[in-house]
C-alpha cells in the first residue's frame, strides 16, 4: 500500500511525470506540470537525487499532464 508519508527517489536526467520534486540536499522544491520532461540537477545546490510528490499520490484524479494543468472539478464542498 503506498501512503502519502512514502515517497520515491528519482535522480537527474530520468524522464519524470507531473509532480513535484524536493531536493534530499537543500529541499528545493521543483514543479513539473509536463510528463515525460527530463529531472534537471537541483538549480541550488547541484544535487541529482530528488524525492517525488506525484500529482496522482495528491489527487487520484489527476492522470495525465493535462488534468495537471486543468484539474477536473469535484463535487460540491461541505465548507
Known amino acids: ?13 530520468q ?3 507531473p509532480g513535484k520534486y524536493v ?3 537543500c529541499g ?3 514543479t ?7 529531472l534537471r540537477k537541483c538549480p541550488s545546490c547541484a ?7 506525484p500529482m496522482t499520490h495528491i489527487r487520484p484524479d489527476i492522470k495525465t499532464a493535462e488534468d495537471v494543468k486543468n484539474p477536473p472539478k469535484r463535487g460540491k464542498s461541505n465548507i
Open 28 to 30: 528545493k522544491e521543483l
Open 47 to 53: 544535487c541529482e537525487e530528488y524525492q517525488c510528490f
Open 23 to 25: 531536493c534530499i540536499d
Open 32 to 38: 513539473l506540470d509536463a510528463s515525460e520532461q527530463d
Open 15 to 17: 524522464k519524470v511525470g
Open 1 to 13: 500500500m503506498n501512503t502519502l508519508t512514502e515517497h520515491k527517489h528519482y535522480s537527474a536526467g
